[in-house]
């Protein structure tokens, strides 16, 4: 009965945070209050942020991708009416430093023109980088690096995004950009889907006080993870669009020789999400 009851408190908290992120998404083109008590860049002009991994394919365009992943010096290659999620180099997570120092970085923001460029988005400051556990200062790394991203580029209609996958570190990275990305991968090789891993997830979000973060898609096949089914891509989707997210990460258009456009019942079910986000899909 104990069990009972806490989880239809679960299932309350789980529906007032679905309520006030309907709230949230149409809300976005105003400055936002951080928990850190500093401003928060504007994610997007309220839009649903779609953002396609690696790559600088155009084609991403024709399945309503706004956002694609791109390194400094490839920004001048998005063409096609989307905008740039520029990659600023990443953490390395085994010797617990940046890529790129802060000099590498204010030379690229130079280099490149990087605040004057008006095809940028957002910045992509790291991914998964504490997922070894050996880096206890990441997080404040990632609020640094974050705070020097914002005083190279002022303007707030930008966004900063790190990308978190272990649920116990959501509360540590909140609030050190201005959006966090989650990564729930349910599909494993030779097992069915497990869908309790994104509900289980969001209400770990919930817990952490994360209100603005976007949901990272399976759409790959690598080790242990294989390419989902249209019905498991469907499912996935359903689950995350019972939440506050702010939008989603195809991950990824091309990975270890695998390559999204090679499925193309996956990009059918990513191009409805797209086109149409607020459009419910049904729950596996």
């Not at 702010?246 to 409805?272: C, D, I, N």
Request: charged content about 25%; aromatic content about 10%; proline content about 6%.
């Amino acid at each position: 009965m104990a069990d009972l009851r806490a989880r239809r408190r679960r299932r309350r908290r789980f529906l007032a945070v679905f309520a006030s992120g309907l709230l949230l998404v149409a809300t976005l083109s105003c400055r936002q209050v951080s928990s850190s008590g500093e401003p928060d860049g504007s994610a997007s002009s309220g839009g649903f942020l779609s953002v396609a991994l690696n790559t600088t394919d155009p084609a991403t365009a024709r399945y309503g991708y706004s956002l694609i992943d791109v390194t400094p010096e490839r920004v001048s290659q998005v063409t096609t009416g989307q905008r740039a999620l520029v990659w600023l180099g990443g953490y390395d997570k085994e010797r617990c430093v940046w890529n790129w120092s802060d000099a590498e970085v204010r030379d690229r923001f130079e280099r490149y023109a990087l605040a004057r460029s008006p095809g940028i988005a957002g910045y992509f400051v790291a991914d998964e980088p504490n997922t070894n556990r050996n880096c206890p200062l990441a997080a404040a790394d990632v609020r640094d690096r974050s705070a020097l991203v914002r005083a190279l580029d002022p303007d707030t209609d930008r966004f900063t995004v790190v990308n978190v996958d272990k649920p116990e570190h959501f509360a540590a990275f909140r609030g050190t950009t201005d959006v966090m990305s989650v990564n729930v991968y349910p599909c494993l090789v030779g097992e069915p889907c497990d869908w309790s891993k994104i509900p289980q997830v969001l209400e770990r979000l919930e817990e952490a006080g994360v209100t603005r973060y976007m949901g990272m898609l399976q759409a790959f096949s690598f080790e242990q993870w294989r390419w989902p089914t249209a019905e498991e891509l469907t499912g996935m989707i359903a689950q995350w669009q019972r939440s506050a997210w702010l939008g989603q990460m195809t991950f990824s258009w091309e990975y270890e020789g695998g390559e999204l456009a090679e499925h193309p019942e996956l990009l059918r079910v990513l191009k409805r999400l797209n086109d149409a986000p607020h459009e419910l899909f049904p729950l596996p």
